[in-house]
């Protein structure tokens, strides 16, 4: 009988298939745990804590970093996360002494995502700015150039941004905002 | 015999273990950051034309709507194509176009610049950009002296806004409405689309190569027609409404009140009966279809209708730096 050979062998070999089980599921839940995520918004705040309320702000990081979960709050809604930072050299001191330094924290999983965010390209080739397409066009037009020169300014910091977005209670500060994981397995 | 069986059971199973763990890490995450749109996919394919006029409760009890906050998972996983454009563009050519397309705006209309109403609109603006899927964008305010209803995306994520839109805003979610508009023109590419249309239309040569590779004189003419027509007529309706489809995500992604921009429309209707005293609207058919283009998507998203309107904020910030209009 083909069944009971099969139950004879599975019993001879049964060690090897629970290593094999507990091979498997060992291998899924490091899987799972160390997935690989994208920040998708201009940049955000990685808490010490996994909340808004406790703990502080430890980092900031911006769009496009590449985070590996480390684990997940009991709700789902923050994941602690680790990436290497290059560390800045101290004033004074060449690029060659630049140190990778690993750094974790909680960031609300609603700003993570699987998929890298578009970045901008940047032009190949730098032209001379008096040859740039708009200086160009505004001597050519002898149009005023001053109403952009205030405007190309940079309006304000990603601190500043964030503290209006802190104030007004939205984004992540959003009291009621939902646990959103970019589609991430809880 | 049986040392050699051993081995062939213990190398297939290996095997079929690793497999298995490939299967497992590879698609429990791929599953799962499909889950929102495949949830979305599957509830439009059961009920067709109507999947936008379900209720989040229907939802809910059917099983597709998982919990009350799925409309701001969907907003995070709508895609919006962006406009088609023929020829490649950096983000400086992109910002270098968009700047000389300002110009010819500013040589038409003052700009308005005030100390603190220049950083509330830059932040309002950042703040939906920096949740838009390109979040990399550097936006920029500027006010222009017009009286003008239309606020304009340009290339490179430049964003003008005439006095006149802002009077006809009164919270922080109809000022974020206009702009999330204006930012998701620049995020869709809808204006630099048209330039290439427009440049195309006048030059056969546009047509073989990108705009910023035009020559000087013809380049001129293309922004000049360009800035005269959006400012005489605004966005082509059809890109308004992508635009709009578009700025209801990026106000839910925010956590402002959906209906933000559908209010701003409805003050704007009136603004512009108020000049017409009190007769019909000539571009009313154009209103109603932008309203049902931002009802329909928040049905989609099954949004509902609270959020933050954010009313004080944009009196203290905003209103009050408005100079008089002028009579």
């Known amino acids: ?186 | 015999m049986k040392r050699t069986r051993h081995s062939i059971f213990l190398l297939s199973t290996s095997l079929f273990a690793a497999v298995l763990v490939s299967l497992i890490a590879g698609c429990k995450t791929k599953d799962s950051a499909n889950r929102a749109s495949e949830t979305v996919s599957a509830y439009a394919k059961e009920f067709g034309a109507s999947a936008g006029r379900l209720t989040s409760k229907a939802g809910e009890k059917l099983g597709l709507v998982e919990k009350k906050w799925d409309f701001v998972r969907f907003a995070w996983d709508a895609q919006e194509k962006p406009a088609a454009v023929a020829h490649n563009y950096s983000y400086e050519d992109e910002r270098d176009l968009g700047l000389a397309l300002a110009l010819e705006f500013f040589a038409r209309q003052e700009r308005f610049e005030h100390e603190r109403l220049d950083p509330y609109l830059n932040l309002v603006a950042s703040a939906l950009a920096a949740h838009s899927d390109r979040p990399a964008m550097e936006v920029r305010v500027a006010v222009l002296r017009g009286e003008s209803l239309h606020a304009f995306g340009l290339p490179g994520g430049l964003i003008l806004v005439p006095l006149g839109a802002l009077r006809a805003c009164e919270s922080e979610s109809e000022l974020a409405g206009l702009l999330a508009q204006a930012v998701a023109q620049c995020e869709l590419r809808l204006t630099l689309a048209r330039l290439e249309h427009f440049a195309a239309e006048r030059h056969a040569e546009a047509k073989e190569k990108s705009c910023v590779s035009l020559p000087p004189e013809q380049l001129r003419a293309v922004l000049e027609d360009l800035a005269l027509d959006l400012s005489r007529n605004g966005l082509k309706a059809e890109d308004a409404r992508v635009a709009d489809r578009r700025s209801v995500d990026l106000l839910m992604r925010l956590g402002y009140e959906p209906g933000g921009l559908r209010a701003h429309l409805a003050r704007a209707q009136l603004k512009l009966r108020e000049k017409a005293g009190g007769g019909p609207l000539a571009n009313y058919a154009e209103f109603k279809a932008r309203e049902e283009t931002i009802d329909a998507r928040l049905a989609e998203l099954h949004a509902p209708s609270l959020g933050r309107s954010i009313a004080d904020r944009y009196r203290r910030e905003g209103l009050v730096h408005l100079p008089a209009p002028k009579l």
């Open chain 1, 1 to 186: 009988m083909p069944n009971r050979r099969w139950l004879t062998r599975l019993h001879t070999f049964r060690v090897p298939w629970l290593a094999m089980v507990l091979l498997v599921l060992a291998a899924s839940w490091v899987a799972a745990e160390g997935a690989a995520l994208y920040l998708r918004v201009r940049f955000a705040p990685v808490r010490s804590k996994p909340s808004l309320k406790e703990g502080e702000t430890k980092h900031t990081i911006s769009v496009g970093q590449k985070v590996e979960v480390l684990e997940r709050s009991k709700d789902g809604e923050w994941v602690k996360v680790k990436w290497t930072e290059e560390k800045k050299a101290p004033e004074g001191k060449e690029d060659k002494e630049k140190k990778a330094e690993t750094c974790e924290g909680w960031i609300h999983a609603t700003l993570l995502n699987t998929k890298a965010p578009t970045t901008e390209t940047a032009k190949t080739g730098v032209a001379a700015p008096e040859q740039s397409l708009l200086n160009r066009h505004a001597q050519m037009k002898k149009l005023d150039t001053r109403p952009l020169q205030t405007l190309l300014r940079e309006p304000h910091t990603n601190d500043q941004l964030d503290r209006f977005l802190r104030e007004g209670k939205l984004g992540v500060y959003r009291e009621d905002w939902p646990a959103l994981e970019g589609g991430v397995t809880k």
